[in-house]
């Protein structure tokens, strides 16, 4: 992989401007593949099973390869724009970094969805139990062959409804900092506008707590003898979000690239 090679492929026409800015790196389950070089160029560049295993030299040597080229393009990019990469005060950029890190990780938003985090890793961790005897409930069912029972359908639901949770556990946290970085950036820079970026992100957070709440309601479903502690986290999230929607009040009509058009955009 070169520059010129990358320049190259973000012009071809197949692929949508900035699609991966605002997606939840789903790649297994997006629609959007075909549309998306962030996407091609992962499946280029770490398309052999050594290339994606991080204890193998490989894999380091094609992301140390990637974060080249990356580097490469802004500084080309800063020449284009006229600016001068040298005369940029590192660390006054620094401290500001630092000051939005520190507030955007005391953030409600942020602390909320850090909790999230931790709830979802205890509830699993207190129901192994519980998943070793579903699983023998389903494959006792699927023995029996029972006539008013679907055990793979169930099986199926409850992997899917794991594998959502599991996949957005942290995404929230990680997109709400971001969110509420773009906003303090953008006020210390006394910009007055929330900038779309920040909506972007929170958009992303809010579509990642809304699949959660959903998961985790299928999940009452198959569990119900620990509905209590599932309330608990559903209310839990519903208040995150809630709180979410209030800070970024325009989120939600955020229109991703890609994601986010209707029939009559394209
Ligand atoms: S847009 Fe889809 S294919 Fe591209 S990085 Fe995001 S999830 Fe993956």
Redesign the pocket.
Known sequence: MDKEYVKKLAKDPRFIPG??NY?????E??P??S??M??AL?EEQFSDPEARDINNDVFWAKLSEAFQVTLEMVKESAEELGIDLESIDYETISQEDKIADDTAENHECARAAKAYGKMVSNWFNSSKDLFEEKADELSQEVQLELPDSNPRAEFLDLKDSVDIIRWYQHLIYVKLIRAIRGTLREALQSLDEVPEDSNGSAKVALISIDRSIAAWGQMRNHFPERDDDILDILVHLDRLRRKTETVFPDARAFIRP??DYTDQDT
């Open positions: 699609i991966y997606c939840d790196r789903w790649c389950r997006c959007f593949t549309h998306c962030n996407f992962s890609g994601l």
